[in-house]
């Protein structure tokens, strides 16, 4: 059994991360501000014996310092997302993602855990055209939230390097599934176009639809954060990894595919039409994995591709956020 602290554990990563561990019979703290994250995604958790929920924030190292004591693994979570929020308040972003991060990072070193893996993030890529993305070759960041996650990935080789501390950075693409929050104004684009395709509006695709992504159910986003505290192989440690499936989907062929999952509910859905918006600043165009990295030395193998993820994950929708 494993002493892991997950930072962000109320989350949507966080709180499935949380789920998956306390069911393996590990020993889970969750720390967590609720600033975006929500006690309802936790709360099945609470009465078990072997999960610690500290309310608490990353920007305070004697918060970061408590919650490290004793663990075994950190799995830093953690974060302020979404690169239009990073445009509107790029101070706040920088204090969280940066500053926060730092605190937690000198936290588990102080706390010799044995592992740091962290969130990293696709927008790490920044303004490379070139595609599938490969981990060692990125371009310029595009908004003030890339450059925080692309700062973390420079602290966390530094202190790999200074201070002998074990990390993993993930950089996740596009992730979806249960448990995440399809209302605000940062709301990720599925949640939000379920939401408004069962509402029977009219999503809203910023531009031609024509953008792509590597939508990456939360399923694969869990087996990676398994494969990297677990690893035994001493190359797979101190990088990052993209985290997705290796294939990317258009806005408009979500869309579809969405409208097609949710039509076996309600057959209305079929019929709505799509509203085409400016894009947005900051926008990648186009997001493609590649995860050969992944599969080589952590073993990886994606369990859902789009079409999988977006049936268990309609589902999930339709059954709880009606």
């Not at 940066?98 to 303004?127: C, E, H, I, Q």
Request: proline letters at 4%; one cysteine or more.
């Amino acid at each position: 059994m494993k002493k892991i602290l997950i930072t962000g554990g109320a989350g949507f990563i966080g709180s499935n991360l949380c789920e998956y561990f306390i069911g393996k019979g590990h020993h889970v703290t969750c720390l967590d501000n609720f600033s975006t994250g929500f006690h309802h995604n936790i709360d099945h958790l609470k009465s078990n014996p072997n999960f610690k929920l500290i309310e608490g924030d990353i920007r305070d190292i004697g918060t970061c310092n408590m919650a490290a004591e004793g663990q075994d693994y950190i799995l830093h979570q953690a974060a302020l997302g979404s690169v239009p929020r990073s445009i509107n308040d790029p101070i706040t972003s920088n204090d969280v993602n940066v500053g926060g991060f730092l605190n937690m990072l000198v936290a588990a070193r102080d706390a010799n855990v044995k592992r740091f893996v962290y969130a990293a993030s696709s927008s790490t890529y920044g303004d490379s055209e070139s595609l599938p993305k490969v981990e060692e070759v990125i371009g310029k960041p595009l908004s003030p939230y890339a450059i925080t996650k692309y700062v973390n990935e420079l602290y966390a080789d530094v202190f790999s390097k200074t201070y002998g501390i074990e990390t993993i950075g993930l950089r996740y693409f596009n992730v979806f599934g249960r448990r995440q929050n399809p209302e605000g104004a940062y709301a990720a684009v599925i949640p939000k176009f379920v939401i408004q395709l069962m509402n029977h509006e009219s999503p809203v695709i910023n531009g031609t639809g024509d953008y792509s992504r590597d939508f990456t159910y939360i399923d694969n986003v869990i087996q990676m954060n398994e494969r990297a505290m677990s690893t035994k192989n001493p190359e797979a440690v101190n990088t990052v990894y993209n985290t997705a499936v290796g294939d990317r989907t258009t806005l408009n062929l979500l869309l579809e595919y969405l409208k097609e999952n949710l039509s076996a509910f309600d057959s209305k859905i079929k019929e709505i039409h799509t509203i085409h918006g400016p894009n947005r600043i900051g926008d990648i165009p186009h997001s493609l994995a590649s995860i050969e990295k992944a599969k080589e030395l952590l073993g990886y193998k994606p369990s859902h591709d789009i079409k999988a993820g977006l049936k268990d994950a309609v589902t999930w929708y339709w059954e709880n956020l009606r």
